[in-house]
């Protein structure tokens, strides 16, 4: 059976997500393809996401299309770009309402196996905490953005995840915008071409 074919199937966390707020079942997102030469490496897809059976289909996704200066048609080439989150499902919220984290054990059982079917990659952007912890390790979110510079230079993009619960770091740290943003364009643009 064919990798992507095996994920959609994967039912790995139906208890569990059962067991949530949102009562939900599985529905992995799968987005890639061999010859993709931008990851985006995210978290998990989210409930508008879940619905639409489409990554980042949601005021995330804006902000991230206009951060990577990508239009949709470009940024949904599957041919180019692989979006290949933490979680292929959404994980559902807590009684609050809060979102789940990404569960564990979806990185642990597909994520080995995704990376050695996309030998084009020349860019990687970390999407949100979860994706910086596995591609680069321990450490804060705000410290990884901040030493973008370094893991550039190895190909890998830490950014905050583009929610809008984000938009207050945002403002207190302009750098991003007016330092990352142009870097991260120009470098997406030379991936794209």
């Known amino acids: 059976m064919p990798l992507e074919q095996a994920i959609r199937d994967c039912?790995?966390?139906t208890a569990r997500f059962a067991a949530t707020a949102t009562a939900h079942v599985p529905r992995p997102v799968v987005w890639f393809r061999p010859t993709a030469r931008l990851l985006i490496a995210g978290q998990a897809p989210g409930a508008r996401v879940h619905q639409s059976g489409q990554p980042f289909t949601d005021a995330s996704g804006e902000r991230l299309r206009d951060w990577l200066g990508l239009a949709p048609e470009a940024f949904?080439?599957?041919d180019r770009v692989a979006i290949v989150p933490m979680a292929f499902c959404f994980p559902?919220?807590?009684a609050?309402?809060?979102d789940l984290p990404p569960p564990a054990i979806c990185a642990k059982t597909w994520r080995g196996p995704v990376m050695a079917t996309l030998p084009d990659v020349q860019m990687t952007v970390l999407v949100g905490g979860a994706a910086m912890r596995w591609h680069l390790g321990p450490g804060a979110v705000?410290?990884?953005v901040a030493a973008w510079r370094v893991h550039?230079?190895?190909g890998l993009w830490p950014l905050p995840h583009p929610s809008w619960r984000n938009?207050?770091?945002l403002r207190r740290n302009p750098w991003f915008?007016?330092?990352v943003l142009p870097a991260l364009r120009a470098a997406v643009r030379q991936v794209m071409t």
Do not use: S
Request: net charge neutral; proline share 0%.
């Open 92 to 94: 559902g919220y807590n």
């Open 177 to 179: 915008e007016t330092e």
């Open 152 to 154: 550039a230079a190895r």
């Open 96 to 98: 609050a309402g809060a």
């Open 167 to 169: 938009t207050g770091w």
């Open 11 to 13: 039912r790995l966390c």
């Open 142 to 144: 705000a410290g990884m």
């Open 76 to 78: 949904y080439d599957r």
